[in-house]
């Protein structure tokens, strides 16, 4: 028998620091901020911390040590996520080669693992980082664990408003597996347009294809798995503007109530939402063997991806 691959464990992390909209570097009024879902957002210094601690509880939400994982993949939206700062800059072109990816496999003791920094993705860089994930245990069957961790900053004092939707800094990490898997790998689906690679130049264009994209995206990947639009079980969101998620489902032909409604709103933390919100409702108790689980991201370059789960039993 084949052992599935999958999600085995989850790991996030979010600043201490929480400012409400009032008090963010913003483009819309407050109030439509508000009307669309909105807070305010979480704000940290600096993505490494976030890393360590996503990290750290992803490894023991599986409960595997560091010295079992054999990949480290790193996802970061921003250029900054990729670099740590020398301990002795030389103020070269040699201090650009300090990558975060190495740095965090110190920090987290993975003294086995093959190292790889996944970008360009925008939001949908740590759905890449699973999608290699899954694609290097399929390919290598010595492989056993993959961690991908995600985790992004904005600069100090940047603003915190992107195309109508608030955004906080958080961190993710995911252990994918091929035992005691949580959360089985059924399918995945991206849609990647080089035409928007020119963000500040094609707002109104990303903002029109957002919808008939996403649409494309997840249909694409229930045909790959013949099932139909009622055939989903849940749909976790991710953190952008709260009532566009309703207008997707009904355009998918997904049935609204399948739509999960998170307890906490955290903003659109880039790299995190969906894993975010995955493991509160796993902590809710909102997730059943056998329920399919389909989640979905856009992400600025452009790529749009739907990954669909399926929940496993949970294993001694």
């Given at each position: 028998?084949?052992?599935?691959?999958?999600?085995?464990?989850?790991?996030?992390?979010?600043?201490?620091?929480?400012?409400?909209?009032?008090?963010?570097?913003?483009?819309?009024?407050?109030?439509?901020?508000?009307?669309?879902?909105?807070?305010?957002?979480?704000?940290?210094?600096?993505?490494?911390?976030?890393?360590?601690?996503?990290?750290?509880?992803?490894?023991?939400?599986?409960?595997?040590?560091?010295?079992?994982?054999?990949?480290?993949?790193?996802?970061?939206?921003?250029?900054?996520?990729?670099?740590?700062?020398?301990?002795?800059?030389?103020?070269?072109?040699?201090?650009?080669?300090?990558?975060?990816?190495?740095?965090?496999?110190?920090?987290?003791?993975?003294?086995?693992?093959?190292?790889?920094?996944?970008?360009?993705?925008?939001?949908?860089?740590?759905?890449?980082?699973?999608?290699?994930?899954?694609?290097?245990?399929?390919?290598?069957?010595?492989?056993q664990h993959v961690l991908c961790?995600?985790?992004?900053?904005?600069?100090?004092?940047?603003?915190?408003?992107?195309?109508?939707?608030?955004?906080?800094?958080?961190?993710?990490?995911?252990?994918?597996?091929?035992?005691?898997?949580?959360?089985?790998?059924?399918?995945?689906?991206?849609?990647?347009?080089?035409?928007?690679?020119?963000?500040?130049?094609?707002?109104s264009e990303i903002?029109?294809?957002?919808?008939?994209?996403?649409?494309?995206?997840?249909?694409?990947?229930?045909?790959?798995?013949?099932?139909?639009?009622?055939?989903?079980?849940?749909?976790?969101?991710?953190?952008?503007?709260?009532?566009?998620?309703?207008?997707?489902?009904?355009?998918?032909?997904?049935?609204?109530?399948?739509?999960?409604?998170?307890?906490?709103?955290?903003?659109?933390?880039?790299?995190?939402?969906?894993?975010?919100?995955?493991?509160?409702?796993?902590?809710?108790?909102?997730?059943?063997?056998?329920?399919?689980?389909?989640?979905?991201?856009?992400?600025?370059?452009?790529?749009?991806?739907?990954?669909?789960?399926?929940?496993?039993?949970?294993?001694?």
């Amino acid at each position: 028998m084949i052992k599935p691959i999958g999600l085995r464990g989850l790991g996030t992390a979010l600043p201490e620091r929480f400012s409400p909209l009032a008090e963010l570097p913003l483009v819309s009024p407050v109030e439509r901020l508000a009307d669309f879902g909105f807070e305010g957002a979480w704000l940290a210094e600096d993505p490494a911390g976030l890393a360590v601690r996503a990290g750290r509880n992803a490894l023991a939400d599986a409960g595997i040590s560091p010295d079992e994982v054999d990949v480290l993949l790193t996802a970061g939206a921003l250029p900054q996520a990729h670099q740590r700062p020398s301990t002795q800059p030389t103020g070269g072109v040699l201090d650009a080669f300090c990558y975060s990816a190495s740095w965090l496999q110190e920090e987290l003791g993975l003294d086995r693992a093959a190292v790889c920094g996944i970008a360009q993705q925008g939001c949908a860089g740590m759905f890449s980082a699973l999608r290699t994930a899954r694609a290097l245990l399929v390919a290598e069957p010595e492989l056993q664990h993959v961690l991908c961790v995600g985790a992004d900053v904005l600069p100090p004092g940047a603003c915190r408003e992107i195309l109508y939707n608030v955004i906080s800094d958080a961190g993710c990490a995911v252990v994918v597996s091929r035992e005691k898997v949580r959360q089985r790998w059924l399918g995945f689906q991206q849609i990647s347009k080089g035409y928007y690679w020119d963000v500040p130049a094609k707002q109104s264009e990303i903002v029109a294809a957002y919808f008939p994209t996403g649409r494309m995206a997840i249909a694409e990947v229930l045909l790959h798995l013949d099932l139909k639009p009622d055939d989903i079980d849940l749909v976790i969101p991710t953190g952008v503007n709260a009532t566009s998620w309703p207008i997707l489902l009904r355009l998918c032909g997904i049935p609204e109530d399948r739509l999960y409604h998170p307890r906490r709103n955290l903003g659109h933390t880039i790299a995190a939402d969906s894993f975010l919100f995955l493991e509160e409702a796993r902590a809710a108790g909102c997730l059943r063997p056998g329920m399919r689980v389909l989640l979905f991201a856009y992400g600025f370059g452009s790529s749009w991806c739907a990954l669909m789960l399926q929940i496993e039993e949970e294993q001694e």
